[in-house]
């Protein structure tokens, strides 16, 4: 089988987010760029399962500037084969989709997984547009995949339950927390991942759709107010007066 998984590079989850002066842009100075646990921890993982059960190849493909390579070594080291840089900065979810289909459409993948949205943005856009740019059928949200006779066997949660679905490959889907177990690389995989195949290709036609304006961070927790267990009436003014919530 020929899996594709899709990264992103984001950055890690302990980073202390800031804005230029104009708040128009991110500013990643001194900030640590890990895989997006989504695409690494579920998708990548799940597909080097399926290869190491049945056979075939596992590629990693991310839509990226050069100093993205780490992350993409650290792919390669949890155990892909081999991975494709596309040389465009990731700025825009269809521009993003645009780039992967336009490598991939030839390539003959049976699978296209990525995680269900990235941490940084969380757009969950490129698995669906990635599908509809393919004219593949697309499932969301996977909890569970399994692949026999070229049939894929689906779950993932719906309200109060799970729904199973099947669906002929190939298709494109988006990995959620369950699909599988976090890998940590070893040294053999570290050691590997050094000479693994990555290929660089050129920025493909794509049309970017949105653009960012500014950013705002949020107000984060404030103090909590506490109220008299023998005083409701207290909380029901205050739900009123000041959340305005009822």
């Keep these: 089988m020929k899996i594709l998984v899709c990264i992103s590079n984001v950055p890690d989850t302990t980073t202390k987010i800031a804005f230029s002066t104009d708040n128009a842009s991110f500013n990643t100075a001194g900030v ?4 997006n646990p989504y695409d690494e921890w579920y998708a990548l993982v799940r597909a080097l399962e399926l290869k190491e059960a049945q056979g075939g190849n596992v590629t990693i493909i991310h839509v990226g500037a050069a100093d993205s390579e780490a992350t993409i070594r650290k792919g ?3 155990g ?5 840089r596309i040389d465009a900065e990731p700025n825009d979810a ?22 269900k949205e990235t941490i940084s943005y969380n757009g969950s856009m490129v698995g669906a547009m990635l599908a509809e740019l ?17 049939v894929a066997t689906i779950e993932h949660d719906i309200d109060g339950g799970t729904e199973v679905l099947e669906c002929a490959l190939p298709l494109v889907l988006s990995a959620n927390k369950g699909m599988a177990e976090q890998r940590i690389p070893n040294m053999k995989g570290i050691m590997s991942a050094r000479t693994k195949p990555l290929t660089v290709v050129p920025a493909a036609s794509a049309d970017k759709l949105t653009s960012i304006t500014n950013y705002t961070l949020s107000a984060g927790r404030v103090d909590c107010k506490y109220i008299d267990a023998n005083a409701p009436e207290q909380l029901v003014e205050l739900l009123h007066t000041q959340a305005k919530v009822i």
């Design 32 to 35: 640590q760029f890990v895989i």
């Design 76 to 78: 390669l080291a949890i």
């Design 80 to 84: 892909a084969d081999d991975a494709v």
């Design 94 to 115: 269809f521009a993003v989709a645009e780039q992967i289909a336009a490598y991939a459409k030839d390539k003959g993948f049976d699978l296209i997984m990525a995680g």
């Design 134 to 150: 393919m004219n593949l059928p697309y499932v969301s949200l996977a909890t569970k995949l399994e692949v026999a006779a070229g």
